[in-house]
């Protein structure tokens, strides 16, 4: 669990990275948080923080998986139609890393309502 923790923070901190060179300077940062690149986490600083959360699935039509989450640190008003622009962008990149930091697994990036979330093989292994 650990080791699959850490392959799927690397790709959600490539998928920042990507994020922040598109749109990073789009929109004022929050003045309580660090730029981009200032501390050692890209969670921690910069417009974006983008990771994913695991879910059982309880009311979803797909079931478990992770779902992408993207919040912005800035206090500028950002549209709706901009925000999903931006999220349809992080869960096309998702899908395009996910083969490359996941080649043993068939991982894939589905839209859940007005989310997107992983899906596929989590499989841990054997105890």
């Known amino acids: 669990m650990t080791e699959f ?5 690397k ?4 998928v920042d990275d990507f994020i922040e060179d598109l749109y990073g300077d789009k929109y004022c940062l929050n003045p309580v948080r660090p730029h981009r690149g200032e501390t ?3 969670e921690a600083d ?3 923080n983008i990771g994913a959360n695991f879910t059982p699935g309880f009311g979803s039509d797909l079931g478990r998986g992770y779902l992408i989450d993207m919040s912005m640190s ?3 008003k950002v549209d709706e139609n901009t925000r999903h622009e ?3 962008t992080v869960a096309k990149k998702v899908n395009e890393l996910l083969p490359v930091h996941f080649p043993e697994r068939c991982l894939t990036v ?3 309502k007005n989310q997107y979330k992983i899906q596929g093989d989590f499989n ?3 105890v």
């Open 124 to 126: 841990l292994g054997v």
């Open 74 to 76: 800035t206090l500028d």
């Open 86 to 88: 931006i999220l349809e």
């Open 5 to 9: 923790d850490d392959r799927m923070k």
């Open 40 to 42: 050692s986490n890209p």
């Open 46 to 48: 910069g417009l974006f």
């Open 110 to 112: 589905h839209r859940d």
């Open 11 to 14: 790709l959600f901190d490539e």
